[in-house]
């Protein structure tokens, strides 16, 4: 296993490069489910390395739970540095956890806050609020499909204040709308706590969060722009929300995993020809680099945890009496 084991931790550090030139380069839907598959990836595998450091570590100490054997000099020597590494891999491996959970529970607490202030009003896709403070955002639903009509169990829903709706011509309304029921439509939320967990788990990954941060408002964009027919119009509703908007009373789910993009790129991006969609792009290009490298250093992460689990779980098997 040797330093092999350590592949996993270092490899995230390629995340900002990689994360500049997908979120440059590809189709916002590809980088985002480009960048947020790597991110889960290499999130996990350092999850797993973290995990199998501290149970070398851990197997040492007196009054662990763990067999007598794990301790043994063979098993110590399959990872290099064990006396400082697998100690302190058990500090960070719960940091990490208690990281991840306190995301989890903020999403929980977030949605029942939405949830209540919604009470009340028609169980329509639209929740419009009468609120002089301009704000508008999404809350998913259980079981959402493309389509409000398509559903199982709880729709997704767009919520807006009448202080938005003021500040918005009929067309921007009409893009506004669009813009957020594609993040509805295209599970924005899961790219972005999928996102948010990894850069938990392993703070070398937040460049990727901050990009599909990005990535899946670009996203809602082009959708926007597709369905509003116009690319100047969207443009301009896009500036003038971010202009006259406030945070919500209640912080949206979007905000607790990722910050979303600067407003100017987007901006210029409207103004710009519309994206080409390809599912994979040619190698020789800066976007085929950004994505083979992401994908091969997703990949070379996963299979040395693999190696490294594998050999570790050998190693304490043989060292267990039966």
């Not at 901006?267 to 994908?295: I, K, N, Y």
């Amino acid at each position: 296993m040797g330093v092999f084991v350590f592949l996993p931790l270092v490899l995230p550090l390629t995340a900002w490069p990689v994360a500049r030139l997908a979120e440059h380069r590809l189709h916002p839907r590809t980088a985002t489910l480009l960048l947020a598959g790597v991110a889960a990836v290499l999130g996990l595998c350092s999850t797993l390395c973290l995990g199998l450091l501290a149970i070398v570590g851990t197997a040492q100490l007196p009054g662990n739970p763990l067999p007598d054997s794990w301790a043994d000099p063979a098993v110590r020597a399959a990872v290099p540095h064990d006396e400082v590494v697998g100690k302190a891999a058990v500090g960070a491996l719960a940091a990490a956890c208690a990281a991840c959970v306190g995301l989890l529970l903020r999403h929980h607490r977030v949605r029942r806050r939405v949830v209540r202030a919604l009470r009340g009003l028609p169980p329509t896709e639209v929740a419009v609020l009468p609120d002089a403070l301009p704000y508008a955002y999404t809350l998913p639903g259980h079981g959402y499909g493309r389509g409000y009509g398509r559903r199982s169990g709880r729709p997704g829903r767009v919520v807006v204040s009448t202080g938005m709706l003021a500040g918005l011509t009929s067309r921007e309304r009409r893009v506004l709308f669009a813009h957020e029921r594609a993040h509805l439509a295209g599970r924005h939320h899961r790219y972005l706590l999928l996102a948010g967990l990894a850069a938990r788990a392993n703070p070398f990954l937040r460049p990727l969060g901050t990009a599909v941060g990005y990535t899946v408002e670009r996203w809602a964009d082009e959708e926007a722009a597709g369905v509003v027919g116009d690319r100047r119009v969207t443009a301009r509703a896009v500036a003038k929300a971010a202009l006259v908007s406030r945070p919500a009373p209640a912080p949206t789910l979007a905000a607790l995993a990722a910050v979303p993009g600067p407003v100017p790129r987007r901006v210029a991006a409207l103004l710009g020809p519309p994206p080409v969609a390809r599912a994979w792009p040619p190698l020789f290009t800066s976007a085929g680099m950004a994505a083979w490298t992401a994908a091969g250093g997703a990949a070379l992460s996963a299979m040395s945890s693999a190696n490294s689990a594998v050999t570790m779980f050998t190693i304490l098997k043989a060292a267990t009496p039966l």
